[in-house]
């Protein structure tokens, strides 16, 4: 019985309605794609045309047994059991089993490629292999939990405020895996098995490359979904933000001052609510009489503006009623057309939706772009729906529970288009979330509405270093935290402090909170709009805090070029800035997780403090020399060692091997 056929270097398999293809996809790499009753579709949700890959051929060896390769991965393929099903396997060059699918041909039964009917629709999926032992498990982008290694835990595959589902794993037994499929779903790495699920898709679609160090297998990934650009110079040094600088003279003198004591400053920031109307896409002009001569002394200034933008249409926008009559909008599958309610009632638009972006593009060009304004923040990508019922709404794209979470990058790329249609050549925008292929549109990713305590900030090394893993190299987080946070308490000064030592090492430096107590805001006529919060800038914090926050910003700035170096690394090569111990030193066991320190680039290791009160930390030291750049001391590797952290110190140290 034919159960398998050969196109080109594609292998295909057909049995009980699946076909089946494994095909060499990039350098050292393989693409596999199942569908049930149909061929499967060639979806390009992140996955870029694949380079060719040398040494690269499927062969059948006989009416049981093919085999795909693809430099240093094969896939061998052997259809056994009652049923017949197509059993595979992924080694590397050496013949050594990276990952398998979990057998099932037996009197269980089980089936390792399981399409469950939905009636009248598509299917649930869940794609199982087996469970390794000793294996480690790092990216999938960012999740709100103090883990590094992923082995034994459950995620949820969808977007919330402050996490951001990347699913892209790199293995310690030398493998990347991309689960290329926008589905609402989870995945559970067990011990027994690891289990990828999706509530409803129409096929099978993952990616899978092979590598001796986690370098090449982030050069893979990013060759298979896209490089980030390069980071342009005003995103090497510092931003200042706060929520809110409610008028255009409030920004400019905040500007102003940094200048007057000779503080380095790139970018500042206008946050949310600066529009009449949400969704108007526009200076509100009560308050921002003058956007061109706003953004001209700032530049004078050598300061670029950042201006926020939300996704959300209010009911009330002078854009809503032609938005919605063109279905621009996301639709609600049932009830009331309102996403989220925020001061005002909305809809977000359609992210994936050509006319949609092409829409929002030209109404930010004409009210923002043109004024000179360069960089965006573009809030609430997940989106953040009022209530997170994923099966509650439509895309143009599909119904969210399928295609959901490839919202925010399809967010990023209405911007990216825009900007390069426009002439610009290194577009980076902030945004709140993040899917597989969002670096390729100058996406930056900050991790969201967090508390402004320590457990939180915990949280954010975890975060930072495996959303570098999953393909996001550009990273930041609001450095004190976004909620609360009062800057004359000195508990939360000395979090601001610790917090603004770690950012100098962060890929993107920026001051952001919602700091307590808020200030109330009137219109003119006495109508109150939003809250503006309490003073944030680097001066704001007390006499303690200021000489030390003006030592980290200048030493930011000191680091310019090593900075710029390690964004090109992550422009050409697709290797992150923040990186685990076990990138760096992937044969050292101590280092597997290590999550309370990492590499800043291959130069700095640094060892943020994380506890209140410390004044020392334990730090382990790989083979090598490594010279404190505070104090000069050099310490030998291949030991831990208790160092000194006074409160003006982050421990740093430097590598001294050649």
């Not at 030209?362 to 004024?371: M, P, V, W």
């Not at 529970?401 to 990216?416: E, I, K, M, S, W």
């Not at 044969?587 to 994380?610: E, I, N, S, T, W």
């Amino acid at each position: 019985m034919n159960y398998f056929e050969c196109d080109g270097q594609r292998l295909i398999f057909r049995n009980h309605g699946e076909t089946l293809f494994i095909e060499p996809w990039g350098r050292d790499s393989l693409r596999v794609r199942s569908a049930l009753m149909r061929e499967p579709a060639d979806e390009r949700f992140a996955l870029l045309d694949p380079a060719p890959c040398e040494e690269a051929a499927a062969v059948i060896e006989d009416d049981r047994h093919a085999s795909v390769r693809c430099g240093k991965i094969r896939a061998v393929v052997e259809v056994s059991g009652w049923k017949e099903r197509a059993h595979i396997t992924f080694v590397n060059q050496r013949d050594e089993i990276l990952l398998r699918e979990t057998e099932g041909e037996n009197a269980l039964v089980l089936q390792a490629r399981k399409f469950e009917p939905i009636l009248g629709g598509d299917f649930s999926l869940t794609a199982t292999f087996q469970g390794m032992d000793g294996e480690h498990i790092y990216g999938m982008g960012q999740y709100q939990e103090e883990y590094l290694d992923w082995k034994g835990c459950t995620l949820e595959l969808a977007h919330r405020n402050s996490q951001a589902s990347v699913p892209v794993i790199l293995s310690s037994r030398g493998y990347g895996f991309l689960w290329h499929n926008p589905a609402i779903g989870s995945v559970s790495f067990g011990r027994n098995r690891t289990t990828w699920h999706a509530d409803s898709t129409r096929q099978l679609d993952y990616w899978i490359t092979a590598g001796d160090r986690p370098e090449d297998i982030s050069r893979n990934y990013a060759k298979a979904t896209g490089f980030v650009p390069m980071m342009p110079e005003y995103g090497l040094g510092f931003w200042q933000c706060k929520l809110r600088y409610w008028n255009q003279e409030q920004l400019l003198e905040v500007a102003r001052e940094y200048k007057r004591r000779n503080l380095p400053i790139d970018v500042i920031v206008c946050d949310f609510f600066h529009w009449p109307h949400m969704g108007d896409y526009r200076f509100d002009p009560e308050f921002f009489p003058d956007p061109g001569a706003m953004v001209r002394e700032l530049k004078e200034m050598g300061i670029e503006l950042m201006v926020s933008v939300w996704p959300q249409i209010a009911l009330t926008s002078e854009n809503y009623p032609e938005m919605c009559q063109q279905g621009l909008l996301v639709r609600a599958e049932y009830g009331e057309q309102v996403g989220m309610r925020f001061v005002e009632d909305s809809m977000f638009f359609d992210a994936t939706n050509p006319r949609a972006r092409e829409y929002v593009w030209k109404k930010c060009k004409q009210n923002y772009y043109d004024y000179g304004i360069r960089v965006f923040w573009l809030d609430e990508a997940e989106p953040e729906y009022g209530t997170y019922d994923f099966k509650a709404y439509r895309y143009a794209l599909g119904p969210n529970q399928q295609v959901g979470n490839v919202y925010p990058q399809l967010y990023a790329r209405t911007f990216y288009d825009g900007m390069r249609a426009a002439g610009q050549e290194n577009p980076v925008n902030l945004l709140r979330c993040a899917w597989a292929g969002s670096q390729r549109y100058g996406a930056l990713v900050w991790s969201g509405d967090i508390m402004s305590d320590w457990k939180d900030f915990r949280r954010q090394i975890c975060a930072g270093i495996n959303m570098g893993v999953a393909g996001i190299p550009w990273w930041t987080t609001d450095i004190g935290g976004f909620h609360q946070g009062n800057p004359d308490d000195p508990a939360f000064r000395e979090l601001l402090i610790r917090w603004f030592q770690w950012g100098c090492y962060c890929p993107v430096m920026r001051l952001h909170g919602d700091r307590q107590p808020s200030e109330p805001v009137y219109r003119a006529d006495g109508t109150r709009v939003l809250n503006s919060g309490a003073k944030n800038e680097v001066w704001s914090f007390g006499e303690e805090a200021y000489p030390i926050l003006v030592k980290y910003l200048e030493r930011r700035e000191s680091m310019r070029d090593y900075v710029r170096g390690l964004m090109r690394q992550a422009h050409e090569e697709g290797t992150p800035l923040l990186r685990g111990m076990f990138y760096e030193c992937p044969g050292d066991p101590a280092c597997a997780d290590l999550k309370d320190q990492y590499f800043f680039g291959p130069r700095y290791l640094v060892a943020p403090v994380l506890n209140p009160g410390c004044r020392e930390r334990s730090v382990y030291f790989p083979e090598g020399k490594w010279k404190n750049v505070d104090t000069g001391e050099v310490l030998s590797g291949g030991q831990c060692r208790t160092v000194p952290a006074p409160l003006d110190v982050i421990p740093v140290f430097e590598r001294m091997d050649p």
